[in-house]
C-alpha cells in the first residue's frame, strides 16, 4: 500500500508548500481537495498554463504522485440541470486530473432530498456517473464514487456502481464514515472488494453524542480491523489520511498529525 493525504489537513496552502509537507513526511501522493482555499482546482492560476508544467515537474522532481482529484460533485437533486451542471464541473475537473496524471476523480452520492425516495436517488446518481465517466475515462481518469451520506454502506455504493452500470469507475472506501454513520464494520465494508480503487483512513472518538476526528490510534475506530480486511484484499493501492482540518478548525494541525500517521502507518 502507498500513502497520501487529502489536502483537507492543509488547505489553505499553495500547491509547492503542499508538495514540500508531503515529501518532508515521507508520503508517496497528495490527494488534491483543497488548494490555496479552492475546491475547484481548475480556476487556479497554479493548474494552468507554465505554472501546471512548473508544478507537474515539481512532483516529478519529489517522486510524488495525485492519488485522486477531489471534486464536490454530487448528484442527489432531481433537478437534471442542477445534475447537469455537477456534471460540467467534474468534466473540467477530469481535464485537470488527467493534465496530473491521477488516476481518479471522486464525486459523491450523497443523500436523500426532501419529497424523495432512495430508488430515485439512487438512479440520479447512476446516471451523474455513467455521464461523467463516459467523458473522463477516456482521458484515462475514472469516475470513483466515496462511500458518503445516505449511500455510505457497502452494499448501497455497490448497488449505486452496479445501476451506472459502465466501465472506468469505482469506489472509495471511507470506512470511518459507514462505521460512524451506521456502525458497518471494516470486515462488512470490505465486501465492496475489487471495486475499491483508494481508500480514506482516519480516527474517530465519540465524544458527546457525536464523532470526533483524533490523531490516528488515539480514537474508537476499529483500525486494526481495517489494516487486517485491506490485507486480506490484497489492496496495493494507495490509502489516503483524511484530516479534516478544513472542517474541524480545532483539532492539530496537519504539521502535526500528517507526520503522526505516517509513523503510526509504519508501525502497524
Known amino acids: 500500500m502507498k500513502l497520501s493525504f487529502s489536502t483537507l489537513a492543509c488547505p489553505h496552502c499553495t500547491f509547492p508548500c503542499i508538495v514540500a509537507i508531503a515529501s518532508n513526511a515521507g508520503y508517496a501522493g497528495v490527494e488534491l481537495r483543497f488548494v490555496e482555499g479552492e475546491d ?9 498554463g507554465r505554472n501546471l508544467a512548473d508544478n507537474k515537474r515539481l512532483l516529478a522532481d519529489h517522486g ?28 473540467r475537473m477530469a481535464d485537470l486530473a488527467a493534465e496530473l496524471e491521477a488516476p481518479g476523480l471522486r464525486i459523491f452520492g450523497d443523500t436523500i432530498q426532501p419529497g424523495a425516495d432512495r430508488e430515485s436517488t439512487r ?15 477516456p482521458k484515462g481518469v475514472e469516475t470513483w464514487l466515496e462511500s458518503h451520506g445516505d449511500f455510505t454502506t457497502a452494499s448501497e455504493t455497490a448497488a449505486v456502481l452496479t445501476e451506472a452500470a459502465c466501465p472506468h469507475i469505482g469506489a472509495i472506501w471511507d470506512p470511518a464514515n459507514s462505521f460512524a454513520a451506521t456502525g458497518e464494520s471494516p470486515e462488512q465494508g470490505a465486501t465492496l472488494g475489487k471495486a475499491i480503487r483508494h481508500v480514506h483512513i482516519k480516527d474517530l472518538r465519540h465524544v458527546d453524542g457525536s464523532w470526533k476526528p483524533v490523531l490516528t490510534g488515539d480514537g474508537d475506530f476499529p483500525l486494526q480491523e481495517l489494516l487486517g480486511a485491506l490485507q486480506k484484499l490484497n489492496y496495493d493501492r494507495f490509502v489516503s489520511f483524511e484530516w479534516e482540518k478544513k472542517w474541524h478548525p480545532e483539532i492539530e494541525d496537519g504539521e502535526i498529525a500528517l507526520p503522526h500517521f505516517v509513523d503510526w502507518f509504519r508501525k502497524n
Not at 475547484?40 to 494552468?48: E, G, I
Not at 438512479?123 to 475515462?137: D, N, P, Q, V
Open 64 to 91: 510524488l504522485k495525485i492519488s485522486c482529484v477531489d471534486t464536490s460533485c454530487r448528484f442527489h437533486s432531481a433537478d437534471s440541470k442542477e445534475r447537469a451542471s455537477w456534471v460540467a464541473e467534474g468534466e
Open 123 to 137: 438512479s440520479w446518481i447512476a446516471e451523474g456517473i455513467r455521464k461523467l465517466a463516459e467523458t473522463s475515462g
Open 40 to 48: 475547484s482546482l481548475w480556476k487556479l492560476p497554479a493548474f494552468q
